[in-house]
């Protein structure tokens, strides 16, 4: 059974701080890497992706992928009352168009 | 805008009625996904459609089947709602050479 692990949460982080958001996946095979933002009664929307090792940085996100020890993080740096939501992330496969397991999210806060 | 779109986006069905829910892309995307997403829970694959190849998962009842008439529209039918099959349901999309799903605004489904 391929498992994606996060930590349920709540994240409780002061407005301005960095939020640190953590996944451990279970397939070694897993090559794409996601992470969603889904605010309370919508759908997830992408907000990152990695495919390789190491960081990769878009504004105010960085994604961090380890694949040998089957981990990504994810970074929120100056955190925004507006980041208040839950993280989802998920793992596929090679082709982007390989189906995506999903964790089951961290709730983030951000308190003023 | 290009984009998927799910109707309707609140749903009420009556135990045992047969209900049908709809998605529509303009993406023009290969693969076509549904799942199932109950509160704090990750969102779960029932069964996706890659072009008209039809892939359904072990563990998706026997009471949710899908159709696919044409690579715009993708449909879920639920022939005998339960209680336990209240849900948000989520209709997603995807390419070769996109990164990610692009979700639909989702159905939220509720059996009285």
């Not at chain 2, 993406?27 to 892939?55: G, I, R, T």
């Amino acid at each position: 059974q391929k498992e994606v692990e996060q930590n349920s949460g709540p994240l409780s982080v002061p407005e301005g701080a960095i939020a640190s958001l953590n996944c451990t996946y279970s397939d070694r095979g897993s090559q794409s890497f996601f992470w969603y933002r889904q605010y309370s009664g919508k759908s997830p929307e992408l907000i990152m992706f990695i495919y390789s090792n190491g960081d990769k940085e878009d504004g105010r996100f960085t994604a961090q992928l380890n694949k040998a020890s089957q981990y990504v993080s994810l970074l929120i740096r100056d955190s925004q009352p507006s980041d208040s939501a839950t993280y989802l992330c998920a793992v596929g496969g090679y082709s982007s168009a390989s189906k995506i397991i999903f964790g089951s999210g961290t709730r983030l806060s951000i308190r003023p | 805008d290009a984009m998927v779109i799910q109707n309707p986006r609140y749903q009420v069905t009556q135990f045992g009625k047969p209900v049908t829910l709809s998605c529509s892309q303009t993406l023009n995307h290969n693969v076509m996904y549904w799942y199932q997403q109950k509160s704090s829970q990750a969102p779960k694959l029932l069964f996706h459609y890659y072009d008209k190849d039809f892939n359904n998962e072990a563990d998706t009842p026997d009471n949710f089947q899908s159709r696919r008439p044409n690579t715009s529209f993708c449909f879920l039918d639920i022939r005998s709602p339960g209680l336990g099959d209240a849900a948000m349901y989520l209709c997603a999309t995807s390419s070769p050479g996109t990164s990610g799903y692009t979700f639909g605004s989702g159905t939220r489904l509720t059996v009285v």
